[in-house]
C-alpha cells in the first residue's frame, strides 16, 4: 500500500512539473558545428590489451567490423577555453598549470576529468555525450590509425617476443613539438577529423583488458582493469585513469604520449524534460525515497 502511494505521489508530481518542463527551450549545443556525422561501413580493427596464447605472448588479434548506425565525433579536440567554461561551472576540476593557451587543445586532464567534461556537456545540452570506444577511435581515425602488431617471432622463444615488443616500441617516432599546437595544424583525415595522430593523445572509455586466445581463434578474456584505460593517437598505450601528465609516470605499457586531451562522442537519444524527471524520481524511490 504505501509502495503504491510513493509510485502515485511521483507520477502526479511529474504531470505537474511536464508542462513547465516541456516549456524549456533545449539548452543550444556550443560546438554542435564541430561534430562530424561518420556513417557506418566495414573498417579493421586490432583488438587493444594484452594477448597470450598457450602461456606466451601473442599478437593482437585483427578483426572486421562494422557498427550498426554511424558515430557522431568532434572533429578537434576540446580546447582550453571549453575546458574553463566547465570548471568555472563548477562542473569540472580545475587544473593547475593547465593549457595556456584558450584556442589550443585541452592538454593536462586524466580520464576522470574528461568524463567529468562530458557529464557536464550532457547536463548543459540534454544529449549524451561521452569519450569514444578505442573501437569508435579507430573507426574515426582512419587511415590515420597505426597498426600495432609486433612482428612474427619464433612462438617457443618467449625473449623473441619480449626484444620484437621492445624493438617495436623504441623505433616509433617521437613528435617534433611537445606542446599543444593550433588546432587544425596536423591537418584532416579522410573522416574530416583534425589533428588525428598528432602531438596529443586522445583518452577513450574502453578498459584494460589482458585476454587469453583459444586454438578456435576466440578471445576470451581473464582480466579486466578499468583503473587503466585505452589511450590513442600516434599510437595505442594504455594510461592510469587520473594520470594527467604522462611524463610522471602512469603509462601501463609502451611509450607514454607527449599530451594528455580528449574529443568527444554524442548520442542522438534525447530524454524528454519530463521523463528525466520521472526517472531520478523512480530512482529515488528505488533507494528507499
Request: hydrophobic share 45%; glycine share 6%.
Amino acid at each position: 500500500m504505501l509502495l503504491a502511494m510513493k509510485i502515485k505521489a511521483v507520477i502526479t508530481a511529474a504531470a505537474l512539473v511536464s508542462p513547465i518542463a516541456l516549456t524549456i527551450a533545449p539548452v543550444a549545443h556550443p560546438v554542435n558545428s564541430e561534430f562530424a556525422e561518420i556513417a557506418a561501413k566495414p573498417f579493421r580493427y586490432r583488438l587493444a590489451g594484452d594477448f597470450s596464447r598457450d602461456g606466451k605472448p601473442a599478437e593482437a588479434p585483427l578483426r572486421e567490423a562494422q557498427f550498426a548506425t554511424s558515430i557522431k565525433i568532434m572533429n578537434r579536440q576540446v580546447t582550453a577555453a571549453e575546458y574553463a567554461r566547465c570548471a568555472d561551472d563548477s562542473g569540472c576540476p580545475k587544473i593547475p598549470n593547465a593549457s595556456a593557451m584558450a584556442d589550443r587543445p585541452m592538454v593536462g586532464v586524466s580520464w576522470r576529468d574528461a568524463t567529468a567534461y562530458a557529464e557536464w556537456m550532457t547536463s548543459r545540452t540534454g544529449l549524451v555525450h561521452r569519450l569514444p570506444t578505442d573501437e569508435e577511435w579507430v573507426f574515426a581515425a582512419g587511415e590515420k590509425v597505426r597498426d600495432e602488431a609486433l612482428p612474427l617471432v619464433d612462438p617457443v622463444d618467449p625473449a623473441q617476443a619480449w626484444i620484437a615488443r621492445y624493438e617495436a616500441e623504441a623505433n616509433r617516432a617521437r613528435p617534433s613539438a611537445l606542446d599543444p599546437q593550433p588546432v587544425g595544424s596536423f591537418g584532416r583525415n579522410d573522416n574530416g577529423l583534425q589533428d588525428v595522430g598528432g602531438n596529443v593523445w586522445e583518452w577513450t572509455n574502453t578498459c584494460f583488458l589482458r585476454m587469453t586466445l583459444e586454438p578456435t581463434g576466440a578471445a576470451r578474456v581473464t582480466n579486466t582493469n578499468c583503473g587503466v584505460r585505452v589511450v590513442q593517437g600516434a599510437h595505442r598505450t594504455y594510461m592510469t585513469d587520473f594520470i594527467r601528465d604522462p611524463r610522471t609516470g602512469g603509462c601501463a605499457d609502451g611509450v607514454p604520449p607527449a599530451n594528455l586531451g580528449f574529443r568527444l562522442v554524442i548520442e542522438d537519444e534525447r530524454l524528454p524534460a519530463v521523463n528525466r524527471i520521472v526517472e531520478r524520481a523512480f530512482a529515488k524511490l528505488a533507494a528507499g525515497f
